[in-house]
T-cell receptor, first 118, second 110 residues
Framework: AQTVTQSQPEMSVQEAETVTLSCTYDTSESDYYLFWYKQPPSRQMILVIRQEAYKQQNATENRFSVNFQKAAKSFSLKISDSQLGDAAMYFC???????????????FGKGTKLTVNP | DGGITQSPKYLFRKEGQNVTLSCEQNLNHDAMYWYRQDPGQGLRLIYYSQIVNDFQKGDIAEGYSVSREKKESFPLTVTSAQKNPTAFYLCAAGRTDTQYFGPGTRLTVL
């Protein structure tokens, strides 16, 4: 079974600076998807960024980018120019590729609480 | 995602009662999911449905039931058999690779 580990329960960053959140995962599959979701105090899960394992290029979405290291099974999230609104819980998630007969479910890490200091 | 609605936002249940959580989507996604979130934890899958009139158990289905009579709707019933139902419940809808979440329902057992 796949597992996702977020080793940093809490992180903090100064406004306008850059922070990197870590995520590692364990799988024997070769094709899969990885996601970062943000959960602000409202508790709604918001998709931040997704990465397809067969793509070597790291995904980017505005100030958010990932460092995907497939061999190391690492998927870190970098937030540049941090803003007060970035303060939230961040969850890393894994999903199998359905074309390989994998499961539809998302496997989540336990999350990293990010605080942004003004 | 604004296309997924959950109601109510807060729900209180007495022990021994069944309660139903509503989830509706207007995204035209075939697949829908129910997850449970406990404090300090990630989400765990309860049930999912890929098409109307079909659904599968997730990792923690005991004490829960679902139905999928319409593509837009996937209600979750928390039965009295669920021993520790106090949690935050999130519904999601998705296409082939990505799931989008509703705002959630906080269920508290009194």
């Amino acid at each position: 079974a796949q597992t996702v580990t977020q080793s940093q329960p809490e992180m903090s960053v100064q406004e306008a600076e850059t922070v990197t959140l870590s995520c590692t995962y364990d799988t024997s599959e070769s094709d899969y998807y990885l996601f970062w979701y943000k959960q602000p105090p409202s508790r709604q899960m918001i998709l931040v960024i997704r990465q397809e394992a067969y793509k070597q290029q790291n995904a980017t979405e505005n100030r958010f980018s990932v460092n995907f290291q497939k061999a190391a099974k690492s998927f870190s999230l970098k937030i540049s120019d941090s803003q007060l609104g970035d303060a939230a819980m961040y969850f890393c998630a894994y999903r199998s590729s359905l074309t390989q007969g994998g499961s539809e479910k998302l496997v989540f890490g336990k999350g990293t609480k990010l605080t942004v200091n003004p | 995602d604004g296309g997924i609605t959950q109601s109510p936002k807060y729900l209180f249940r007495k022990e021994g009662q069944n309660v139903t959580l509503s989830c509706e989507q207007n995204l035209n996604h075939d697949a829908m999911y129910w997850y449970r979130q406990d404090p300090g934890q990630g989400l765990r899958l309860i049930y999912y449905s890929q098409i109307v009139n079909d659904f599968q158990k997730g990792d923690i289905a005991e004490g829960y039931s679902v139905s999928r009579e319409k593509k837009e709707s996937f209600p979750l019933t928390v039965t009295s058999a669920q021993k520790n139902p106090t949690a935050f419940y999130l519904c999601a809808a998705g296409r082939t690779d990505t799931q989008y979440f509703g705002p959630g329902t906080r269920l508290t057992v009194l």
